[in-house]
């Protein structure tokens, strides 16, 4: 009854939603050109074949589907692979990676005629969903097709997992129509089996085995050389209300270090104007990475606005301030930047993440820190001392190495519902 009542109310809000993405494409937000495939209406064509579909929300989960995508498509040809992201970002970011004949769609708006749609164009054989970004209409619509569903690195926030077991007569059917759900962590094991999943496994997260795009060689070099012997520190993957705190810090510090330059990557390169005014108002020299701006002697902040670039910027840079942790996002995957070999620093508000943080600062590889004094304190001991920032560095990548899972444990879960060779 709740479903139905869920599916009635998104039909309602059909025309709202139409209005609501063209004004998003007018803010700049939203590709107009692939528009139609939030409505489920399909811009590339299906081969024919079998087709695994993989969904992931955003830019850290289907950087992380990468591993499992690019070892299918070399083990099975005969596949076609369609990955669905939900954000613009991602998919500017991740159609730049995907093995050759790997399509990438949007996925729709979760109102039934849409997601019939989508569904009937495309006819999975199997869906592999990361995380927990569960749509109900369109899981309920693929289990009524029969289509075999899968969640990889299971996982649900406290708060998700209470909002869910608080409408047990929507969950339970929900995630009981998963035939397997490979788990982050023991703790999301209890949680799924508690909705109402049936086959729960623990194997790890796949983002602990993120493995970084390769650095282009010649541009890491430029920018080591741009930036030699200056100090410097890496802000990666700030979202609005973490800026002010990175310039408090960057105040704090170049009181002592009057040639400090500090490098910000936003979490959403469409914020970059934004951070720009806050730079100016701070009266601090900006350069623009997007604009071609190279960094001069006087340039104080150097705003790296551009897409698939941060692991350049880990390997070059030996101390970050990993964002997303100074308010109330969950924190960021810190893998890829430990993978990278750099001192880390994150805030208090790293729920999501909080099992690899706390493996990190166990093993010296990070430091917490609560406000902008405490991360001015943090990152000025760390560019007075080089050598336990290299063994900050080293000890992060230890980490990282660690806890990579074996991409296998995976592949061996799935492998009775993948599609068979033809004959």
């Known amino acids: 009854m709740i479903l139905q009542i869920y599916k009635a109310i998104a039909t309602l809000l059909g025309l709202f939603l139409d209005v609501y993405f063209r004004l998003k494409v007018l803010q700049g937000k939203e590709n107009k050109a692939r528009l139609e495939e939030r409505r489920g209406i399909a811009t590339q064509s299906r081969p024919s074949g079998r087709l695994i579909w993989l969904h992931a929300v955003s830019v850290g989960e289907a950087a992380a589907l990468l591993a499992l995508i690019k070892i299918l498509h070399d083990t099975k040809p005969w596949v076609t692979l369609l990955l669905t992201t939900s954000t613009v970002t991602s998919g500017n970011f991740i159609c730049k990676l995907l093995p050759e004949g790997v399509i990438h769609q949007f996925i729709p708006i979760d109102r039934l005629a849409w997601v019939e749609r989508f569904l009937d164009y495309w006819r999975p ?3 592999i969903w990361m995380e927990s970004d569960l749509w109900p209409t369109m899981v309920s619509e693929a289990d009524r097709r029969g289509i075999h569903m899968v969640i990889v690195s299971g996982r649900l926030s406290f708060g998700t997992f209470q909002r869910w077991k608080s409408i047990g007569n929507l969950a339970k059917p929900l995630f009981g129509a998963f035939d397997l759900v490979l788990a982050a962590n023991h703790e999301q094991v209890k949680r799924f089996l508690a909705l109402g999943c049936v086959d729960v496994r623990y194997v790890g997260n796949l983002k602990d085995s993120i493995v970084p795009p390769k650095v282009d060689i010649k541009i890491a070099t430029t920018l080591r050389n741009a930036i030699a012997g200056r100090p410097v520190w890496l802000a990666a993957s700030t979202h609005r209300g973490e800026d002010a705190i990175v310039f408090d810090a960057h105040a704090q510090i ?9 490098v910000i990557v936003p979490r959403h390169t469409n914020r970059s104007d934004e951070i720009a005014c806050m730079a100016e108002r701070n009266g601090l020299s900006l350069a623009r990475r997007s604009a071609n701006q190279p960094i001069k002697e006087r340039t104080s902040v150097y705003l790296a606005d551009t897409m698939g670039e941060i692991a350049i ?13 100074m308010v109330k996002v969950g924190g960021h995957n810190p893998m890829e930047a430990s993978y990278c070999g750099t001192a880390l620093i994150f805030g ?4 999501n993440n909080r099992e690899s943080a706390d493996a990190l600062l166990a093993a010296g590889g990070a430091r917490e820190v609560n406000d902008a ?11 007075d001392d080089p050598v336990t920032t290299s063994k900050m560095g080293a000890c992060a990548r230890r980490v990282a190495m660690a806890r ?3 991409i296998n444990f995976i592949l ?8 068979e060779k033809p004959m």
């Open 412 to 419: 061996e879960a799935l492998e009775p519902m993948l599609p």
């Open 254 to 262: 170049v009181k002592s270090k009057p040639n400090l330059l500090t």
């Open 348 to 351: 208090p508000l790293i729920a």
């Open 404 to 406: 990579a899972i074996k």
């Open 125 to 127: 054989d199997l869906a």
């Open 313 to 325: 910027f880990y390997s070059v840079i030996p101390i970050t301030f990993l964002a997303g942790s």
């Open 373 to 383: 004094g405490s991360l001015a304190k943090t990152v000025r001991d760390l560019l």
